[in-house]
């Protein structure tokens, strides 16, 4: 059969299963909205109620780089030194009011902003403001080996730790209360967009002594103290975390009454609380549920290219896939195309490599890997892998931005290995543990991506491929080639974009030849909320953002369950 025939059956199934899943998903809806359960009768709880996929690891996001505790902490929280503005993408003030960077560009002064407040809580009052031992405290948490805090809760700081950034900075110095100097050991020309991302957040020294002091310092990352516009009140594991306003918050900005996570697993229900009011936002909405969506007047969907990399890693520390010609032989064994139609319904672009197409260092001229079974199937035999050869693809057991259905990819990718006769099992688990699995190296290959927290095109390279990334967890590929290192390195060094833009290119060119993983898609970005909320809108530059939410007058709807207003006493989530 020709490949376009092949192609037209693909479609004509994607088409088929997609109207099948509106269909389903409508009746749902329907039948949802009309419920008339006991459990969700009377009027919705005060506040903005925002419906996410899973629990958080922690409430500190320098320990994880998972979307979903960012989501909960790292704006809501925290504060950061700097922060991006996420209309333009520059840098500017947040705790630091202004900075100066020296000649040279290894010498950063910070001038810290003055009268910042940290929470007070039932579990602590502060009693003086922030000042740079904070700053010093919080970055020397992650960067100091013989820091009291540094391995609290088995810390691995993998955002830190995958861009080497131990081996950056050479010190932090206080000059006095209101000022801090750091100087690196190399120019970094990322270095100020890595202050601005959702894991330099700026803790409590205080609190920090206080909990020390009281034999229990695991508490820091579960029981949060920050400077930002909420502060930590409940959390129920499986069921709420509440977030209630810092009323002396450094800016002068409106904040809801109260922030309810409503943790809702499944994506349909999430939609039914979105429809019967339950929830003012949710977390991850389905491309099938999106296409109702937009008919409902009620709702808003907000959409805008992603800044992310939906991808398939190869374990190249483990044979055969150690070999270059086994992986090329797998990557030609799979159809992108037909999974963009299938698991992206036309929300998401080709990837040619991993950044997107909006990144100034992309390269158009890249040799990117097409369909081609037979190559595929002689690539394996050369390098010695039999028919009928066994491996595993690991999915991921949640939704995405830049993979929205990982299992609906394992399968495809399943159908078409067993067409070149490479048996594939497809292996999942419980989030937590899928990673920490993914982190002793225990996969064969994976489904999974990344979402950049800046709009560097270091945010990419780094963090997956750096052999400094392997041990923080974020390079899934487990790659390490010192040659590919050498050259991310170096455009680092370089301020001019031009020069840099050369240095990746010839770093695209390598995993094209190499292939320690796949690039498959650059998923569209969605949001989507009640059309009372105000001030929401996507964050392009990581995890959402809740200061300046308001819900204007509110429709009339169901309340939440009465599962979500019990009091947790537990320290770990």
Not at 184 to 209: C, K, M, P, W
Not at 411 to 422: M, T
Not at 548 to 553: D, H, L, M
Request: net charge negative.
């Amino acid at each position: 059969m020709s490949e376009l025939a092949n192609r037209l059956i693909s479609f004509n199934y994607t088409a088929r299963l997609r109207l099948l899943v509106i269909f389903f998903v409508a009746i749902f809806v329907a039948l949802s909205t009309g419920c008339t359960d006991s459990s969700i009768s009377g009027t919705a709880p005060a506040g903005v109620i925002y419906c996410s996929e899973s629990n958080p690891s922690y409430f500190n996001p320098q320990l994880d780089t998972s979307s979903t505790t960012a989501d909960v902490s790292a704006h809501q929280i925290y504060s950061r030194l700097l922060e991006f503005d996420p209309s333009t993408g520059r840098i500017k003030p947040g705790l630091a009011s202004s900075w100066l960077v020296s000649d040279d560009g290894l010498t950063y002064t910070f001038q810290l902003r003055r009268n910042v407040k940290f929470h007070q809580t039932d579990y602590f009052t502060p009693s003086r403001n922030f000042n740079a031992d904070d700053v010093i405290f919080s970055f020397q948490r992650w960067l100091n080996d013989d820091h009291p805090y540094h391995d609290v809760n088995d810390a691995t700081y993998p955002y830190f730790s995958s861009l080497n950034l131990a081996h950056t900075i050479a010190s932090i110095d206080r000059i006095n209360g209101y000022r801090i100097e750091i100087k690196l050991f190399q120019r970094d020309s990322s270095f100020l967009a890595n202050l601005a991302t959702d894991f330099a957040v700026i803790l409590s020294q205080q609190y920090g002594e206080y909990l020390m002091l009281t034999k229990q310092p695991e508490r820091i990352d579960f029981y949060p103290i920050g400077t930002g516009p909420f502060r930590f009140d409940e959390y129920q594991k499986n069921q709420f975390i509440r977030l209630l306003p810092h009323l002396q918050y450094w800016k002068s900005v409106p904040l809801t009454e109260q922030l309810i996570y409503d943790i809702t697993p499944s994506s349909s229900i999430r939609f039914a609380k979105l429809r019967t009011g339950e929830c003012d936002s949710i977390a991850y909405p389905s491309q099938a549920e999106i296409t109702i969506m937009q008919a409902d007047p009620n709702i808003v969907v907000q959409e805008a290219p992603g800044l992310n990399v939906g991808f398939w890693a190869f374990n190249t520390a483990k044979p055969p896939f150690d070999q270059a010609d086994v992986r090329r032989g797998l990557a030609l064994a799979i159809d992108k195309n037909s999974i963009l139609d299938a698991v992206y319904f036309n929300s998401a672009s080709r990837a040619r490599s991993l950044i997107p197409p909006s990144s100034w260092a992309y390269n158009n001229d890249i040799k990117e890997i097409n369909y081609n079974p037979m190559r595929a199937r002689e690539l394996l035999d050369k390098a010695g892998i039999s028919k009928g050869f066994r491996m595993t693809i690991w999915a991921m057991p949640v939704v995405r931005a830049y993979n929205p259905d990982a299992l609906r990819m394992a399968q495809l990718i399943k159908s078409y290995l067993a067409a070149v006769d490479i048996d594939a099992t497809i292996v999942t688990y419980d989030w937590n543990t899928f990673r920490d699995k993914l982190n002793q190296g225990e996969h064969d290959s994976v489904l999974i991506g990344w979402s950049a927290d800046n709009g560097d095109p270091d945010n990419f390279y780094r963090p997956l491929l750096s052999c400094d990334a392997i041990p923080s967890g974020t390079n899934r590929a487990m790659w390490c080639n010192p040659e590919f290192d050498a050259l991310v390195n170096s455009a680092i060094k370089i301020s001019n974009e031009d020069k840099r833009a050369i240095l990746y290119a010839k770093a695209n060119n390598m995993i094209a030849k190499e292939i320690p993983l796949l690039p498959i898609a650059h998923a569209n970005r969605y949001q989507v909320k009640n059309a009372a909320l105000q001030g929401f809108s996507i964050n392009p530059y990581g995890s959402i953002r809740f200061e300046g939410v308001t819900k204007t007058v509110p429709l009339p709807t169901p309340s939440m369950t009465s599962s979500t207003v019990v009091v947790n006493d537990e320290v770990r989530p």
